[in-house]
């Protein structure tokens, strides 16, 4: 049972655009920034979005972050078949153990 | 280049002591900016955080294996170890090693190794 809440999966058709959330609480998305990272199957996850909504460099304008209260949406506009993957939030929790947090992961189909 | 490369062995046996190091490259664990973190991911399940270090030498570990893991750090040697004891069959996971920024983000994972708890 992971600690931030994500669905499942979410499915879009290629050039649409999908939202990933994310769903936490005061001790870790209410006071904490909020990462988001792509998995590519086979792959390491890469960190896409950080600081709720920074992109890295090399990350494409498609991707963007936002934050409001205790959730954190990932959006991803002209979807592409290479953007099928594992997507995950994470962030820091100040309560018990003060570490890392993630959300399950979601799973992205472009149909 | 920044580059996280973990090594350590590929099965264990059940209530075994598993040590992963990690070895970076491309950035200096005395970094005020930066510490590693351990990080699993069981086949076809979500990522789990499991400890990390800082420059400082601060620690913190997952509270439900806390018990079970040791972290630490040779700033000479450019590495990062942990220590999971007594393994199980459910601990069977890819472990990752990833470097946090500014106590924000994992922005540099390594590639994983693969352990199996397995008699």
């Known amino acids: 049972q992971s600690v931030l809440t994500q669905p499942p999966s979410v499915s879009a058709a290629p050039g649409q655009k999908v939202t990933i959330s994310c769903s936490g609480s005061?001790?870790?998305?209410?006071?904490?920034?909020v990462s988001w990272y792509q998995q590519l199957p086979g792959t390491a996850p890469k960190l896409l979005i950080y600081?709720?909504?920074k992109r890295p460099s090399g990350i494409p304008d498609r991707f963007s972050g936002s934050k409001s209260g205790t959730s954190a949406t990932l959006g991803i506009t002209g979807l592409q078949t290479g953007d099928e993957a594992d997507y995950y939030c994470?962030?820091?929790?100040?309560?018990?153990?003060?570490?890392?947090?993630f959300g399950g992961g979601t799973k992205l189909t472009v149909l | 280049q920044v580059t996280l490369k973990e090594s350590g062995p590929v099965l264990v046996k059940p209530t075994e002591t598993l040590t992963l190091t990690c070895t970076v490259s491309?950035?200096?664990?005395?970094?005020?900016?930066?510490?590693v973190s351990w990080i699993r991911q069981p086949p076809g399940k979500a990522l789990e955080w499991l400890a990390h270090?800082?420059?400082?030498?601060?620690?913190s570990y997952s509270t439900s294996l806390k018990s079970r893991l040791t972290i630490s750090k040779d700033t000479s040697k450019s590495q990062v170890v942990l220590t999971m004891t007594n393994m199980d069959p459910v601990d069977t996971a890819t472990y990752y090693c990833?470097?946090?920024?500014?106590?924000?983000?994992?922005?540099?994972w390594g590639q994983g190794t693969m352990v199996t708890v397995s008699s």
């Open positions: 990833a470097r946090i920024l500014d106590y924000v983000a994992f922005d540099i």
């Open positions: 270090i800082f420059s400082n030498d601060e620690k």
């Open positions: 600081e709720n909504n």
């Open positions: 994470g962030t820091w929790d100040s309560s018990l153990s003060a570490g890392g947090v």
């Open positions: 491309g950035f200096s664990l005395s970094n005020a900016r930066m510490g």
């Open positions: 005061s001790s870790n998305i209410g006071n904490n920034y």
